[in-house]
Nanobody, 127 residues
Framework: QVQLVESGGGLVQAGGSLRLSCTASGRTFSRYAMGWFRQAPGKEREFVAAISWSGGISTTYADSVKGRFTITRDNAKNTVYLQMNSLKPEDTAVYYC???????????????????WGQGTQVTVSS
């Protein structure tokens, strides 16, 4: 089990950028596949981006964020990042990071496949 803490959320104008961080406890962070999800008010949680464990770096993105968001990881810091550029009002949501034991280059874009979740960080994009 790993504990996750997100940070970096806030209020930004449309077109702006934010970088979210998710720091994990534990010594085996490099073996975890990581993901970012978001949930807007009145909507279901949706997949944003995912990255495989360090054995085979693969990434995948939701179509709605492809080309604007980038997921990366720094295993020395036990941290996964979500760089968000060209933000739109529809990106407004609570953003959650998630973790699960990884296998090779596999990425996971279904929330049910993850075993550990952070508490979330609010991102608000004004028009």
């Amino acid at each position: 089990q790993v504990q996750l803490v997100e940070s970096g959320g806030g209020l930004v104008q449309a077109g702006g950028s934010l970088r979210l961080s998710c720091t994990a406890s534990g010594r085996t962070f490099s073996r975890y596949a990581m993901g970012w999800f978001r949930q807007a008010p009145g909507k279901e949680r949706e997949f944003v981006a995912a990255i495989s464990w360090s054995g085979g770096i693969s990434t995948t993105y939701a179509d709605s964020v492809k080309g604007r968001f980038t997921i990366t990881r720094d295993n020395a810091k036990n941290t996964v990042y979500l760089q968000m550029n060209s933000l739109k009002p529809e990106d407004t949501a609570v953003y959650y990071c998630a973790a699960r034991e990884g296998y090779g280059g596999t990425v996971y874009y279904t929330g049910a496949r993850y075993t550990d979740w952070g508490q979330g960080t609010q991102v608000t994009v004004s028009s």
